[in-house]
Structure formats: structure tokens, C-alpha cells
């Protein structure tokens, strides 16, 4: 087992992060940078909210459980149980239509992550911080077919994970967006992506099985998600115009 420290060292790699950031400004679709960038900024974050993890009521239970979501979540048959209107079902129609899949984000996840696939708990708080990636986009309703959509959505997990490499892509997107036209449109949906995390539960402590099983709008209610307004109102004013970063989807 690697040592602990090697999960909770704090340094950060300013210089790996803007070479990344710039490579990723430079092709959007080029996901394996945000990974980098998350390596360069985000050192003992898992550290930090796997203990959060651990002090919340349920928290202990899912810890000891350690299921690792990538298995789960790429289970065809396990997904096909879930009735409509459902989160499970939002999530299943996702992957449908998008066809992105959760092991497909880990393969490139595991081109930056290789060396911490391993048995220690702040690792697999961040391989489960990567797998529900996706039932974020649902419950947030930010798209990821569209990088305005990953934007808000990776400005919504720097406000629920604080993770420092997810605020600085999308600060670094919010102010590329501004150079565009309406782009104070995407600045707003941006800023709308970090309000609604900052109100929102803490979602790292929900029981993902029994979350999928829920009624998507019920999910909603209970954990506070607000209706994107803002992002909404961004993709009709500036339909043709992206910010020039994505986050992982």
C-alpha cells in the first residue's frame, strides 16, 4: 500500500497546471489534460473531504463499503432496473445518448492516475469523486454535450469539493468566455454553476444506489439543485459560442 502522504502531500505544480490548462485551451476535447491539471492543483483534497466523508452519518458505512462505482456504473443490466422518471433512468438515457460510459473516463483518468490505482481510501475517494461525475451532470441538468455545460458543472464541484484545479479551469474558461460575444452570459452561467454547489447538499455523502432509485425531480428537492436558469438562458443567447475548455464527461 503507498503510504499516506503520498494522497495528502500538499504541493502544488503551478507550472504542470498551466501547461496543461494552455494545451487544453488549445484542443477542448483533449480530456486528459483536466486530469492534469486536477494532479498539478488538487493535492489533498481527497484527504480532506474523504475525512469530511467519515464525519457525516452515513459516511462510516460507505467508507467501509469501499464499492468501487466504475464496476457498478458500467453494469447494463444493474442500470436497466431503474423505473422512469428515476434518476438510475436519467442516468441510463445519459449514457445512451452521449455515449460516454463511467470506464471510459477512468481509461483516461488511468493515463495521469495509473500509479494511484491502489488500496488506500483517499484513493478511492478520488476514483469515486471521478465516477459520479456523470449523475452530476444529470442532477445539475448542466449538459455535457456542450462545454458551457462542463464548465458550470466543474464550477459546481470546485464549490462542493474545493478542489483548487476545478476552480482554476473554471475561472480560467469564465474569463476565456468573456472575450466572446455575450460573453458575460457564459461568465454568469459560470458563476450560477458555483452558487448552485455552494447551496446544494454535500453530495459525496449519498448512497449512489439508493440515489438512482429515486424520482429524478424528488433527488432535486431533497438535495437542493436549483434549475440552472442562467445556463439555460446562456445556451439561447450564445448557441454557437463555447468557452474554449471542457471538463471530463
Same mark, same amino acid.
Given at each position: 500500500?503507498?503510504?499516506?502522504?503520498?494522497?495528502?502531500?500538499?504541493?502544488?505544480?503551478?507550472?504542470?497546471?498551466?501547461?496543461? *490548462?494552455?494545451?487544453?485551451?488549445?484542443?477542448?476535447?483533449?480530456?486528459?489534460?483536466?486530469?492534469?491539471?486536477?494532479?498539478?492543483?488538487?493535492?489533498?483534497?481527497?484527504?480532506?473531504?474523504?475525512?469530511?466523508?467519515?464525519?457525516?452519518?452515513?459516511?462510516?458505512?460507505?467508507?467501509?463499503?469501499?464499492?468501487?462505482?466504475?464496476?457498478?456504473?458500467?453494469?447494463?443490466?444493474?442500470?436497466?432496473?431503474?423505473?422512469?422518471?428515476? *434518476?438510475?433512468?436519467?442516468?441510463?438515457?445519459?449514457?445512451?445518448?452521449?455515449?460516454?460510459?463511467?470506464?471510459?473516463?477512468?481509461?483516461?483518468?488511468?493515463?495521469?492516475?495509473?500509479?494511484?490505482?491502489?488500496?488506500?481510501?483517499?484513493?478511492?475517494?478520488?476514483?469515486?469523486?471521478?465516477?459520479?461525475?456523470?449523475?452530476?451532470?444529470?442532477?445539475?441538468?448542466?449538459?455535457?454535450?456542450?462545454?458551457?455545460?462542463?464548465?458550470?458543472?466543474?464550477?459546481?464541484?470546485?464549490?462542493?469539493?474545493?478542489?483548487?484545479?476545478?476552480?482554476?479551469?473554471?475561472?480560467?474558461?469564465?474569463?476565456?468566455?468573456?472575450?466572446?460575444?455575450?460573453?458575460?452570459?457564459?461568465?454568469?452561467?459560470?458563476?450560477?454553476?458555483?452558487?448552485?454547489?455552494?447551496?446544494?447538499?454535500?453530495?459525496?455523502?449519498?448512497?449512489?444506489?439508493?440515489?438512482?432509485?429515486?424520482?429524478?425531480?424528488?433527488?432535486?428537492?431533497?438535495?437542493?439543485?436549483?434549475?440552472?436558469?442562467?445556463?439555460?438562458?446562456?445556451?439561447?443567447? *450564445?448557441?454557437?459560442?463555447?468557452?474554449? *475548455?471542457?471538463?471530463?464527461?
Amino acid at each position: 500500500m503507498a503510504a499516506a502522504t503520498e494522497f495528502a502531500n500538499a504541493k502544488r505544480d503551478w507550472r504542470g497546471a498551466f501547461r496543461a *490548462v494552455n494545451a487544453l485551451l488549445a484542443d477542448p476535447s483533449d480530456t486528459v489534460q483536466v486530469f492534469r491539471v486536477m494532479a498539478a492543483l488538487n493535492a489533498g483534497t481527497s484527504e480532506r473531504n474523504y475525512r469530511r466523508l467519515l464525519a457525516t452519518p452515513q459516511g462510516g458505512r460507505i467508507a467501509y463499503a469501499r464499492i468501487e462505482l466504475v464496476e457498478t456504473l458500467t453494469d447494463k443490466a444493474w442500470l436497466a432496473q431503474f423505473a422512469p422518471a428515476t *434518476v438510475g433512468a436519467a442516468y441510463r438515457a445519459f449514457l445512451e445518448r452521449t455515449g460516454f460510459s463511467a470506464d471510459g473516463l477512468a481509461d483516461v483518468s488511468a493515463q495521469v492516475h495509473s500509479e494511484r490505482a491502489v488500496e488506500h481510501p483517499y484513493a478511492w475517494f478520488g476514483r469515486r469523486e471521478r465516477d459520479i461525475h456523470d449523475i452530476w451532470h444529470v442532477l445539475t441538468g448542466y449538459a455535457a454535450e456542450d462545454p458551457l455545460g462542463e464548465l458550470c458543472l466543474v464550477a459546481f464541484s470546485y464549490a462542493q469539493t474545493k478542489g483548487l484545479g476545478w476552480g482554476f479551469i473554471a475561472l480560467i474558461g469564465a474569463l476565456k468566455g468573456l472575450r466572446e460575444p455575450r460573453g458575460i452570459e457564459v461568465a454568469r452561467a459560470v458563476w450560477e454553476g458555483y452558487r448552485h454547489g455552494r447551496k446544494a447538499h454535500w453530495l459525496h455523502n449519498e448512497d449512489i444506489e439508493a440515489l438512482l432509485a429515486e424520482p429524478l425531480d424528488a433527488a432535486r428537492t431533497r438535495l437542493e439543485i436549483a434549475r440552472p436558469v442562467r445556463y439555460e438562458r446562456a445556451r439561447q443567447a *450564445v448557441p454557437d459560442t463555447a468557452p474554449p *475548455v471542457a471538463a471530463p464527461a
